[in-house]
């Protein structure tokens, strides 16, 4: 018997349904060695892979190329992340964790944590190590872990689109980050299950991703404005080396600045209006935090846009509203000194350098908030010329990345990254004055040594403290670590020859050593954050990062299996419909039987998916019959005319020898074999 399908037929959905239940092949997915570049940014992430010689961003399963750095968890434990952790952010704002870049690698005593303690709608709490921490649910946290869900979403993203797994990324920091976010960001794509090959700066990338063929024998500047930092780095191209010359940033200023900024003016004007404080209101909060985002984003197009929040709040007198115009001048006014940081850096940036505006060739615009043209005017007044518009800055971060990913594949050669560490480093001396081992903008990777001796008498063991800031002052600048070095020979001070060596890698990421050159006594440390994620405590986050993604896994599999059920229950009766005066009153009672205990199952949301496919198989094999008097039915009706009487046509151009006037459905067997499904008679 000679299979044969319809292209026409109304049992069309009943076809497609049995192939979609217990009889597709499944794809085994197969280990890859690709290097991703992801983009972790503060309020959107972005996922790039080479595709033959250039870099291509991947669309998210929303259909976005950058994807929201949100996390929120539901009531019942389900995890969120990207576009729909976003859309229920209104009505969970105390468990829609956002812009937890901001605190990564930070403690929570921190000037900035403290800052952000006030104005985020979800808890900020501190660590049982002193870092700052999330909490959602009661339930806490790590800045990394969040950050880390996040990144398991660009893992997944990637995969989809590859159709392999992937197990190695580049993932981009701001340049002005330390010692312990980098470390931290290490430790989020660890917790992810990515080996991070590498650690790059923003600016950096964004240059590889410009392209050599437009910036090769160029100095240009980088200016890197997003949700919540701020960098600028001056870069020589030459050749194929892209050498960092010097950079300089805030890391606590971006475009979460820029909409709190926007909310607070929001919250005056509706207390003058309506003489209500809306401050301590979190669903109102989040309501205008959003319009405020909104706006900022449309005054970047427009003149003036509105803002309409109805039912913002209510009191004795009823529902209160908000109405509001808002102009591309007024909002600039509000945020004017926030652009106006931006300058400072910029001009100590160029003083590092040794560099003349006049020797700036390009000038790159990177992150959503260069977007807006009160930014771009300043870039303009300051550098005497207009930015490049040649990258999308939400994108060319990303691509950079993927672009470094192919050099340490091995795929691009002709390409060499010369980066820079952004802050001095070194090690407390006598009367806590801070004594420079590495000074800042030094080319990493890099190895410095310097010779200390004893501060008294008969001292024995000596204690480093790693720090890491511009000031004199050892209690000025940010201490990374510290470390004892012990079993020194007694002798009298200024004797005995401590050599302490601070190694950078091409990560950034710094490791200390102390010998005793008497005795060759040394001890050495890898640089974490102050406090930070020990190995355990990784292991334990990557033990739980594969729960939830076991979790996901099921509840959607367990979506897809009711979905494919109500679809064959919905497809069955209407071939049944179409097909019943052909079958006999026993293969009908069954079918039905079969239909209604499986309507019965979905009906009960508490149902387990193995359930659901058990009846859903028993349906399916049911409903063969009907299959079989569709055969039937279009051998019966061989007229010269090929139509069956059901509804559709077949293929006008099938060959109608054998008295078969059009192809139709049929009983088939392996469902694996597509070419087999897709004959046509003969």
Same mark, same amino acid.
């Given at each position: 018997?000679?299979?044969?399908?319809?292209?026409?037929?109304?049992?069309?959905?009943?076809?497609?349904?049995?192939?979609?239940?217990?009889?597709?092949?499944?794809?085994?997915?197969?280990?890859?060695?690709?290097?991703?570049?992801?983009?972790?940014?503060?309020?959107?992430?972005? =996922?790039?892979?080479?595709?033959?010689?250039?870099?291509?961003?991947?669309?998210?399963?929303?259909?976005?190329?950058?994807?929201?750095?949100? &996390?929120?968890?539901?009531?019942?434990?389900?995890?969120? =992340?990207?576009?729909?952790?976003?859309?229920?952010?209104?009505?969970?704002?105390?468990?829609?964790?956002? $812009?937890?870049?901001?605190?990564?690698?930070?403690?929570?005593?921190?000037?900035?944590?403290?800052?952000?303690?006030?104005?985020?709608?979800?808890?900020?709490?501190?660590?049982?190590?002193?870092?700052?921490?999330?909490?959602?649910?009661? *339930?806490?946290?790590?800045?990394?872990?969040?950050?880390?869900? =996040?990144?398991?979403?660009?893992?997944?993203?990637?995969?989809?689109?590859?159709?392999?797994?992937?197990?190695?990324?580049?993932?981009?920091?701001?340049? @002005?980050?330390?010692?312990?976010?980098?470390?931290?960001? *290490?430790?989020?794509?660890?917790?992810?299950?990515?080996? &991070?090959?590498?650690?790059?700066?923003?600016?950096?990338?964004? !240059?590889?991703?410009?392209?050599?063929?437009?910036?090769?024998?160029?100095?240009?500047?980088?200016?890197?404005?997003?949700?919540?930092?701020?960098?600028?780095?001056?870069?020589?191209?030459?050749?194929?080396?892209?050498?960092?010359?010097?950079?300089?940033?805030?890391?606590?200023?971006?475009?979460?600045?820029?909409?709190?900024?926007?909310?607070?003016?929001?919250?005056?004007?509706?207390?003058?209006?309506?003489?209500?404080?809306?401050?301590?209101?979190?669903?109102?909060?989040?309501?205008?935090?959003?319009?405020?985002?909104?706006?900022?984003?449309?005054?970047?197009?427009?003149?003036?846009?509105?803002?309409?929040?109805?039912?913002?709040?209510?009191?004795? $007198?009823?529902?209160?509203?908000?109405?509001?115009?808002?102009?591309?001048? *007024?909002?600039?006014?509000?945020?004017?000194?926030?652009?106006?940081?931006?300058?400072?850096?910029?001009? !100590?940036?160029?003083?590092?350098?040794?560099?003349?505006?006049?020797?700036? *060739?390009?000038?790159?615009?990177?992150?959503?908030?260069?977007?807006?043209?009160?930014?771009?005017?300043? &870039?303009?007044?300051?550098?005497?010329?207009?930015?490049?518009?040649?990258?999308?800055?939400?994108?060319?971060?990303?691509?950079?990345?993927?672009?470094?990913?192919?050099?340490?594949?091995?795929?691009?050669?002709?390409?060499?990254?010369?980066?820079?560490?952004?802050?001095?480093?070194?090690?407390?001396?006598?009367?806590?004055?801070?004594?420079?081992?590495?000074?800042?903008?030094?080319?990493?990777?890099?190895?410095?040594?310097?010779?200390?001796?004893?501060?008294?008498?008969?001292?024995?063991?000596?204690?480093?403290?790693?720090?890491?800031?511009?000031?004199?002052?050892?209690?000025?600048?940010?201490?990374?670590?510290?470390?004892?070095?012990?079993?020194?020979?007694?002798?009298?001070?200024?004797?005995?020859?401590?050599?302490?060596?601070?190694?950078?890698?091409?990560?950034?990421?710094?490791?200390?050593?102390?010998?005793?050159?008497?005795?060759?006594?040394?001890?050495?440390?890898?640089?974490?954050?102050?406090?930070?994620?020990?190995?355990?405590?990784?292991?334990?986050?990557?033990?739980?990062?594969?729960?939830?993604?076991?979790?996901?896994?099921?509840?959607?599999?367990?979506?897809?299996?009711?979905?494919?059920?109500?679809?064959?229950?919905?497809?069955?009766?209407?071939?049944?419909?179409? @097909?019943?005066?052909?079958?006999?009153?026993?293969?009908?009672?069954?079918?039905?039987?079969?239909?209604?205990?499986?309507?019965?199952?979905?009906?009960?949301?508490?149902?387990? !998916?193995?359930?659901?496919?058990?009846?859903?198989?028993?349906?399916?094999?049911?409903?063969?019959?009907?299959?079989?008097?569709?055969?039937?039915?279009?051998?019966?009706?061989?007229?010269?005319?090929?139509? /069956?009487?059901?509804?559709?046509?077949?293929?006008?151009?099938? /060959?109608?020898?054998?008295?078969?006037?059009?192809?139709?459905?049929?009983?088939?067997?392996?469902?694996?074999?597509?070419?087999?499904?897709?004959?046509? $008679?003969?």
């Amino acid at each position: 018997m000679t299979s044969v399908m319809s292209r026409g037929m109304g049992s069309g959905l009943f076809r497609s349904r049995l192939r979609a239940n217990g009889f597709k092949s499944v794809r085994k997915m197969s280990t890859g060695a690709d290097i991703i570049g992801i983009d972790l940014g503060t309020t959107n992430s972005c =996922v790039a892979v080479m595709e033959g010689s250039s870099a291509r961003v991947i669309e998210n399963a929303e259909g976005m190329r950058t994807t929201p750095s949100i &996390v929120a968890f539901a009531k019942d434990g389900e995890k969120l =992340v990207g576009v729909p952790a976003k859309r229920q952010a209104v009505t969970n704002p105390e468990n829609t964790l956002f $812009a937890t870049k901001r605190l990564i690698g930070r403690r929570w005593e921190d000037e900035e944590t403290q800052r952000d303690v006030k104005t985020m709608p979800y808890k900020i709490v501190k660590a049982d190590n002193g870092d700052a921490w999330v909490s959602a649910h009661d *339930k806490k946290y790590s800045p990394s872990q969040v950050g880390a869900f =996040v990144l398991q979403k660009m893992k997944e993203t990637s995969e989809s689109f590859l159709g392999r797994t992937v197990g190695k990324a580049v993932i981009t920091v701001p340049a @002005y980050f330390n010692d312990a976010q980098r470390q931290a960001t *290490k430790d989020a794509g660890k917790i992810a299950g990515l080996e &991070v090959m590498r650690i790059i700066n923003e600016p950096t990338a964004a !240059a590889l991703g410009y392209g050599l063929d437009k910036a090769d024998g160029k100095v240009i500047a980088v200016y890197d404005l997003g949700g919540g930092t701020f960098d600028v780095s001056i870069l020589e191209i030459t050749g194929g080396v892209f050498e960092v010359k010097a950079t300089n940033g805030d890391t606590h200023l971006g475009g979460e600045d820029f909409d709190h900024h926007l909310l607070e003016y929001l919250l005056g004007e509706f207390k003058k209006q309506e003489g209500i404080d809306l401050s301590k209101d979190r669903l109102a909060l989040q309501r205008l935090r959003e319009a405020a985002e909104k706006a900022k984003i449309e005054l970047s197009s427009t003149m003036q846009t509105e803002i309409n929040l109805p039912f913002i709040t209510a009191d004795q $007198a009823g529902p209160k509203h908000m109405n509001l115009s808002l102009s591309r001048s *007024k909002l600039q006014s509000i945020v004017d000194d926030l652009v106006t940081k931006t300058l400072d850096p910029m001009k !100590a940036c160029l003083k590092d350098a040794g560099i003349q505006k006049s020797d700036i *060739k390009d000038i790159l615009l990177v992150g959503g908030m260069t977007r807006m043209p009160k930014v771009q005017e300043v &870039v303009k007044d300051f550098f005497g010329k207009d930015p490049s518009k040649g990258v999308n800055p939400d994108e060319v971060v990303a691509m950079g990345a993927a672009i470094q990913g192919g050099v340490l594949k091995g795929d691009i050669k002709d390409i060499l990254l010369l980066d820079v560490t952004p802050l001095s480093l070194g090690i407390e001396t006598l009367g806590g004055v801070f004594t420079r081992l590495i000074n800042r903008n030094t080319t990493v990777p890099t190895k410095k040594s310097q010779v200390f001796s004893t501060a008294m008498d008969n001292q024995t063991q000596v204690g480093i403290k790693v720090l890491q800031g511009e000031r004199q002052m050892s209690v000025d600048n940010k201490m990374l670590a510290n470390f004892d070095l012990v079993g020194i020979p007694p002798a009298p001070r200024g004797v005995p020859q401590i050599e302490v060596t601070f190694d950078i890698d091409a990560n950034g990421i710094m490791h200390v050593s102390a010998k005793d050159k008497a005795t060759g006594k040394e001890q050495s440390i890898r640089i974490q954050s102050s406090g930070g994620l020990s190995d355990a405590d990784i292991q334990n986050m990557v033990d739980n990062a594969e729960k939830y993604a076991a979790a996901d896994k099921d509840r959607k599999e367990g979506i897809e299996v009711r979905n494919d059920a109500d679809s064959l229950v919905y497809s069955t009766e209407k071939s049944l419909g179409e @097909y019943k005066s052909n079958l006999g009153q026993a293969d009908i009672e069954t079918i039905e039987a079969a239909i209604s205990d499986l309507r019965t199952t979905l009906e009960n949301q508490e149902a387990e !998916a193995a359930t659901i496919k058990e009846k859903t198989e028993v349906l399916q094999k049911a409903a063969m019959k009907i299959g079989e008097a569709m055969y039937k039915a279009s051998q019966s009706s061989s007229g010269g005319d090929g139509q /069956s009487g059901t509804e559709g046509s077949g293929d006008d151009g099938a /060959s109608k020898e054998g008295g078969e006037g059009r192809t139709v459905d049929a009983e088939y067997s392996d469902a694996d074999d597509e070419k087999a499904k897709e004959k046509k $008679a003969q």
